[in-house]
Structure formats: structure tokens, C-alpha cells
């Protein structure tokens, strides 16, 4: 199935990141913020927002794709409502992050990076999180799971699934 954005649909949002664009027209650093802000308002930032951005700014749209995909930040698929990102940093690694993936993976049904197709989940890698004491760790949107077992996901991954 191929994800792409509807722009009919999205035309309260073009409203919204126009008015932002014209707000700072006269501003230095135009490109990061108006980036910043179509990614808020969209969530992601497909070909069409893009496209859109490059023309209300006059910036060539390949300076601002190469901007959107060198920035980690940015991302150009919809991310699901719940975010997992589990740490890959060295203590959680040799703690057994890496099984914690695997298993996350296979009960989600999709790979690192990628978003379920009701667009519940997005699993992604990070690096440390700043608790290795509680290695391994996993974030769900702003909360910490630590001291993970496989055979506790299924249980953690239910209850987001309500
Ligand atoms: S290495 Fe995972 S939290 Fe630091």
C-alpha cells in the first residue's frame, strides 16, 4: 500500500504553514523553521509539503529534500501515534537490547523504522537515553520502560493497543 498525503484534505494545514512562511519571510534561518513547523503541523513532511515550502520560500525543492533527509529530525513517512524507541547505546546493548527489537519487531509486524499499518506504532533504534542503570530501556512516547524482559512486551504493547 502506498502512504501519501491527500491535499484537499490537508488544506487547513497548507492555510496554517502559509501564514507561518509569510510571518517570517523577512527571517534569517527561514528553511529549518518553516521545516520545523510543517512537521508539526503535518507530523511529516511528504514530497507535497515540500514542494509546497520550496515554492512559498523560493528555495529550490532539491535544497529543501536534501535538508529534510540529512536531518534526522525530519522524516518523510507518517510516524504512528505511539513512538517506541528502543536503546541501542553500549549498556543496553550488552544487556540485551537488541533481543528486546527483535521481539518487538515480530509482535508490531514491521522493522526498525518503519509504522503498523493502522498507525498505531513507529519502532525506532536511539542511542543512549541517559538511564543505562536501567538497562535495557525502551521509551513509549514520553515513558521509560526499564529492566526489560522479551516476554514482557506483548503485555506492554497491549495496553497501548487499549
Ligand atoms: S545505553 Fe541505554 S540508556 Fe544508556
Excluded: W
Amino acid at each position: 500500500m502506498q502512504k501519501g498525503l491527500c491535499v484537499k484534505e490537508k488544506e487547513n494545514e497548507f492555510r496554517r504553514l502559509k501564514e507561518f512562511i509569510e510571518s517570517k519571510k523577512e527571517t534569517q534561518g527561514i528553511m529549518m523553521q518553516t521545516l520545523q513547523e510543517a512537521q508539526n503541523i503535518f507530523g511529516y513532511l511528504p514530497i507535497e509539503v515540500q514542494k509546497f515550502i520550496a515554492d512559498e520560500t523560493g528555495i529550490p525543492l532539491a535544497e529543501v529534500y536534501g535538508v529534510v533527509t540529512f536531518y534526522t529530525q525530519f522524516s518523510v513517512t507518517p510516524k504512528g501515534k505511539h513512538k517506541i524507541g528502543v536503546c541501542l547505546g553500549t549498556a543496553c546493548y550488552v544487556k540485551g537490547a537488541q533481543l528486546i527489537l527483535d521481539k518487538l519487531s515480530k509482535e508490531l509486524g514491521i522493522n526498525v523504522g518503519a509504522t503498523t499499518e493502522d498507525n498505531l506504532f513507529t519502532l525506532e533504534a536511539t542511542r543512549c537515553l541517559g538511564c543505562c542503570g536501567l538497562a535495557p530501556v525502551m521509551m513509549i512516547d514520553d515513558e521509560v520502560y526499564g529492566k526489560l524482559e522479551t516476554k514482557q512486551i506483548p503485555e506492554i504493547i497491549a495496553k497501548y493497543r487499549g
